[in-house]
């Protein structure tokens, strides 16, 4: 199949996007690497009368560290983000977690943005963004507002930004010294969606946790910041803490079933993940199975 007849602009600017997606609203799509939008269009699961072309804006692309924050562009592409030595300084988790994002020719068009704008449940990049407290910056006619991670995912495919909205920027603290980071996803090949996935930013002081944010993916309608990483933050921990950790995870999942896994089967996952995470960053391998205890 291929996608309904449509009309085409190349923003010259960021105004320029703003003015034509004002006058187009929900008519109107943006076209970023064009990694999901073209695929969702030829399969005709969305029929856009407008592209609004965003992808030759220079400004809209580029990594800064200023002021103890990390600022990446919407158009940053995946192999940028892999490639970028301030990333792989400042936000480790999200070398690591970008590395499974797709294979090289998609990482090689796809962006950041458009990847957090998508908003699949089952990307590596929206739970990086919660687990590592981001910040999206949108911009639209009216100016610029600055949306929380954990508040800018609203669902499957959907987050808090207006038809009219442009999201320009995503903007990361940098990494304490003394953190940790852990990224895992269970996948039938490397490269595909993930059946489940974790990523998870701690920082750890005499053997606990004195922070511990942990983001699932793939666990329910959009990713989860999982409150039950509170019941690990400074105690010791025991299988006992653990064990009850994870059970209390169960009652925040709410996973989809489909092909790939049933429910009962991604919430396992996700406990096993949370048992391999807690060990890893800890150093401790008496801990790998504690959670399924
Ligand atoms: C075979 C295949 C496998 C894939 N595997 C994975 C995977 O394992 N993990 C993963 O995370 N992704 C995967 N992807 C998706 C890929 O990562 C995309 O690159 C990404 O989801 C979208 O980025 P894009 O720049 O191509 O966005 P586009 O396709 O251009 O746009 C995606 C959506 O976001 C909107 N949008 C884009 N940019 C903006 C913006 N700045 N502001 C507001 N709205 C915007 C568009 O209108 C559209 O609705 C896969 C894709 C393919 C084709």
Request: include cysteine.
């Amino acid at each position: 199949m291929k996608a309904s007849a449509f009309a085409y602009a190349r923003a010259t600017s960021i105004a320029n996007a703003l003015e034509l997606l004002a006058a187009h609203g929900e008519r109107a799509k943006v076209l970023s690497g064009g990694q999901s939008l073209m695929p969702a269009m030829n399969l005709r699961l969305v029929s856009p009368e407008l592209i609004v072309d965003i992808s030759e804006l220079a400004e809209l692309r580029g990594i800064a560290v200023k002021g103890g924050v990390l600022a990446v562009g919407a158009l940053t592409r995946h192999v940028d983000l892999l490639k970028s030595p301030e990333i792989a300084t400042h936000a480790p988790l999200l070398t690591d977690a970008v590395a499974h994002v797709a294979h090289p020719a998609i990482r090689n068009r796809g962006t950041i943005g458009g990847s957090l704008a998508h908003a699949d449940p089952a990307s590596e990049l929206p739970a990086c963004m919660v687990a590592l407290g981001a910040t999206m910056i949108a911009r639209g006619h009216a100016g610029e507002r600055r949306i929380a991670a954990s508040e800018f995912f609203a669902g499957i495919y959907e987050t808090v930004l207006s038809p009219q909205e442009l999201l320009v920027a995503v903007e990361l603290p940098v990494a304490p010294k003394n953190s940790r980071h852990f990224f895992h996803e269970f996948a039938r090949r490397h490269g595909d969606y993930a059946i489940v996935g974790l990523a998870a930013q701690a920082v750890v002081k005499d053997a606990r946790f004195a922070d511990l944010r942990l983001g699932f993916f793939a666990v329910g309608d959009r990713p989860l910041l999982a409150e039950s990483g509170g019941k690990l933050i400074d105690v010791a921990i025991t299988a006992a803490v653990l064990s009850e950790a994870s059970s209390s995870l169960d009652d925040e999942l709410d996973p989809l079933g489909d092909q790939q896994a049933t429910p009962a089967m991604r919430r396992h996952l996700a406990k096993v993940l949370l048992a391999r995470c807690v060990s890893s960053l800890l150093s401790r391998s008496d801990l790998r199975t504690g959670a399924l205890a």
